[in-house]
């Protein structure tokens, strides 16, 4: 035998040997770091997952959203931007995408801030769901393996004002719209708000998902936005937590969004007004063309089902 065909037989003999590669392997997306604003930061996400936000200021940083499949990236972002500590983690509301990613900055030992709902949610369903994925071999649930949720030490209800590095960030919690307690934080000297995912941009808004429990209000959703533009903040920037940055587009992203729920609530009206079931507003519905070129079409499938019982049950009234 020629030591190259020996070569060749070894070479299969390895290849037969090798553990097979799992059958859906999965590789975390790549975040992108966008800078904002002066000392502001967006990790945006590639396909419009979660984004999550930090800001950096002379006496430590503060974290805005943290989902544990990529808070590991948000980390080390934080580390090549600064050589501050992280002091404190916000979270906007308790789904598994924007509350579960503490544990990668356990190091700096921040303290996270929650709402007293956001506090009960994670401890009830999302840490259920924590804990399953953390027992799962799917490839996907890979970040959870030997991680803990961090639960929030500060809880509080309203609004709470933080004085920190020079900045103030004004954490309030907006009220139950996309999940069970959707918080925003605006920083005035930064003219920026981190919206979680009350704004969603170029992308069909997520129904509230937690543990499998979809909790999206398109009523108080569109009653929340009507607020918070009724502000006429100075802001040049709204981030959202899913899809990208707009930069310096202002409050023209939420006024997109709030049409986006009255388009699709009329839509949706009118196919209730002829007659149709949900499964078959479901299949037929076409989306309007403002909104076709949104990502995650599929996402529509479970709003509609909202959308369509909401304006049953109550007229669409919060
Ligand atoms: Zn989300």
């Keep these: 035998m020629s030591p190259f065909k020996l070569h060749i037989r070894v070479l299969a003999l390895l290849l037969a040997l090798a553990p097979m590669p799992a059958a859906a392997q999965f590789v975390p997306p790549t975040m992108e770091l966008r800078k904002i604003a002066p000392d502001v930061y967006t990790m945006q996400h590639p396909f419009g997952s979660s984004n999550a936000s930090f800001v950096v200021t002379p006496d430590g940083v503060v974290v805005f959203d943290a989902d544990i499949r990529t808070a590991d990236q948000t980390m ?43 506090m009960r949610d ?25 991680a803990e949720l961090v639960h929030p030490e500060v809880g509080f209800d309203g609004a709470l004002t933080l004085q920190f590095g020079g900045l103030t960030f004004q954490i309030v919690e907006e009220g139950s719209a996309h999940s069970t307690s959707d918080v925003t934080m605006f920083v005035p000297q930064r003219r920026v708000m981190m919206m979680g995912d009350l704004l969603n941009t170029e992308i069909h808004p997520g129904p509230g998902e937690s543990a499998q429990v979809f909790f999206s209000n398109a009523g108080n959703w569109i009653t929340l936005l009507n607020r918070i533009i009724a502000k006429q903040l100075p802001i040049d920037t709204y981030i959202p937590g899913h899809g990208p940055v707009h930069i310096g587009r202002g409050v023209a992203d939420l006024e997109e969004q709030r049409r986006y729920f009255i388009v699709m609530r009329d839509a949706v009206s009118k196919m209730i007004m002829a007659g149709k079931s949900v499964e078959a507003i479901q299949k037929e519905f076409e989306t309007p063309k403002e909104f076709a070129h949104y990502r995650g079409p599929q996402r529509q499938r479970a709003f509609i089902n909202l959308f369509y019982h909401q304006l049953l049950e109550r007229g669409f009234w919060p």
């Design 122 to 146: 994670l401890y009830q369903q999302e840490r259920a769901e924590f804990l399953e994925r953390r027992g799962s071999t799917a490839a996907q649930f890979a970040a959870y393996k030997n």
């Design 76 to 118: 080390a972002a934080i580390r090549k931007t600064t050589d501050k500590k992280v002091r404190y983690v916000v979270i906007s509301h308790p789904s598994g995408d924007h509350a579960t990613g503490a544990w990668h900055f356990r190091e700096d030992k921040p303290t996270v801030i929650g709402s007293r709902k956001q």
